[in-house]
Nanobody, 125 residues
Framework: QVQLVESGGGLVQAGGSLRLSCTASGRTFSSYVMGWFRQAPGKEREFVTAISRTGGNTYYSDSVKGRFTISRDSAKNTVHLQMNSLKPEDTAVYYC??????????????????WGQGTQVTVSS
């Protein structure tokens, strides 16, 4: 079992930046593939980015590639999502996800066993 707690959401103007963090409980953080998903009002949850256990491989959706960066700090059991050049369409609740069985990052939310409670990101135009 692992518990995930997101932080760092908020309100930002278009073109601005935010950094989300997700801190995991437990001692086996390095054994989990980590991901970020988001869900906008009235829309399905969608994949944003994922990172391998070692941090050596990262995966991004086309909509955020070049603007968002995922990283992990195993010493602090934390994964970060640096979001730059934010757009109003990035407005959503952002969820951190983790899974110990994946061999690589996945864009399918059903592949992740553990989820955080979500943090709101609002980008104003």
């Amino acid at each position: 079992q692992v518990q995930l707690v997101e932080s760092g959401g908020g309100l930002v103007q278009a073109g601005g930046s935010l950094r989300l963090s997700c801190t995991a409980s437990g001692r086996t953080f390095s054994s989990y593939v980590m991901g970020w998903f988001r869900q906008a009002p009235g829309k399905e949850r969608e994949f944003v980015t994922a990172i391998s256990r070692t941090g050596g491989n990262t995966y991004y959706s086309d909509s955020v590639k070049g603007r968002f960066t995922i990283s992990r700090d195993s010493a602090k059991n934390t994964v970060h999502l640096q979001m730059n050049s934010l757009k109003p369409e990035d407005t959503a609740v952002y969820y951190c996800a983790a899974d110990p069985m994946l061999s690589r990052g996945s864009s399918k939310d059903r592949d992740y066993a553990y989820w955080g409670q979500g943090t709101q990101v609002t980008v104003s135009s």
